[in-house]
């Protein structure tokens, strides 16, 4: 296992050298590294050589990989033709070729988590650096697999409780039919296999997002207001999305600016504003990542005994944050961000008596 580190801010050029600059000190330290970057030029500009959709070396230690949506959809469809095959006796994918499809919006960022399970669970690596967009998109992408457990939980439900799933996992008449079709005999437990799979694997994803010695953010800004605000919000929707947030590296050469208060309980580490191939400077400066982020706040903290849920949300208000309850699940909206609270059995399907905002956390009372 692998751990993953990603900056979050709106200064791209200054993110990806700080991207550049943790990677080189990583593989200083013996630690295999990949450094993960999107299709776009800025990555191998600063670095100074081309990068392949394949990890090439680039120094001792130090691997580095273009993420190309289109070449890893043409992989993945590979892979969705042989889950089809497995299922189906006759497949109608078979005539459609990875080297067609177009990648969708939205598409990219699933293939570039997806790459990036896959470079984690290779056991090749003991670091991967993304450098992504390091705005809400790159928080959506991190945020995938507690999302899509939402609806695969939900609406599994659904069609299983529903006349057609009772009717598809139950009837005598209905099964022959089926199986005519697939290679497997349709029962209730046949039926949920591929999704029993999914959510194994999205539960992975999760419990890697909440661990932060597997993954975590740093908030890159500079001392101007915008950017501060920018990164302030950011940390907050990082949140929502259950990704822990180390720290903050503050790039400047004035060694006067503090910006302690606007990120009180995070470090707040000063880098200067080295020049592009002047990577030691940066590196010098750089905080020690586990041990902050380890440090750090977490998202989400559930206390059965006091039945309190405790959301870690900086950046906002009590008026920038709704908290509805459906049925068993919570939900809080904060900026543009939504997460669904699973609860506990012990809390599941209690209604919520009490909710206040207190010194950046949302406490919910059931």
Do not use: C
Request: aromatic content about 8%.
């Amino acid at each position: 296992m692998s751990l993953i580190l990603t900056f979050l801010g709106k200064s791209g050029i200054t993110r990806t050298k700080i991207a550049i600059a943790a990677a080189k000190l990583l593989a200083s330290q013996g630690k295999r590294v990949l450094l993960a970057g999107l299709a776009e030029p800025t990555l191998p500009i600063l670095l100074g050589t081309s990068i392949a959709p394949d990890p090439q070396e680039i120094a001792p230690n130090l691997h580095a990989v273009q993420f190309q949506a289109s070449v890893l959809l043409e992989r993945n469809w590979e892979e969705v033709k042989k889950l089809e095959a497995q299922y189906l006796r006759t497949p109608i994918f078979k005539e459609v070729y990875g080297q067609e499809l177009v990648v969708l919006p939205g598409m990219d960022s699933a293939l570039a988590l997806n790459a990036i399970r896959e470079y984690d669970a290779s056991g090749k690596y003991d670091a991967i650096i993304y450098d992504g967009t390091g705005d809400s998109f790159t928080l959506r992408m991190l945020g995938l697999p507690e999302s899509l457990s939402w609806y695969v939980r939900r609406f599994r439900q659904l069609f299983v409780n529903s006349d057609l799933g009772k009717t598809i996992t139950e009837s005598p008449l209905i099964q022959p039919l089926i199986s005519s079709f697939f290679n497997v005999n349709w029962t209730a437990d046949n039926f949920a296999q591929p999704t029993n799979q999914a959510n194994n694997l999205l539960d992975k994803g999760k419990a890697a997002l909440a661990d932060p010695q597997r993954v975590a953010a740093f908030l890159v800004t500079n001392q101007d207001p915008i950017e501060v605000a920018n990164a302030r919000y950011l940390w907050g929707s990082a949140q929502q999305v259950g990704l822990t947030v180390g720290g903050v590296i503050l790039v400047s050469s004035d060694g006067n600016v503090n910006l302690s208060a606007d990120f009180t309980p995070l470090s707040v580490s000063v880098v200067p504003e080295a020049p592009t191939g002047d990577w030691q400077p940066l590196i010098d400066a750089l905080p020690n990542f586990v041990e902050q982020a380890v440090q750090a706040p977490k998202p989400i903290e559930i206390d059965i005994h006091n039945r309190q849920v405790r959301l870690f949300l900086p950046g906002f208000d009590k008026t920038q944050v709704k908290l509805t309850q459906y049925g068993p699940e919570v939900t809080v909206e904060a900026g543009d961000q939504r997460r669904n609270i699973f609860l506990p059995p012990a809390l599941s399907g209690k209604p919520i008596t009490g909710a206040k905002f207190q010194h950046n956390y949302l406490i919910i009372s059931f």
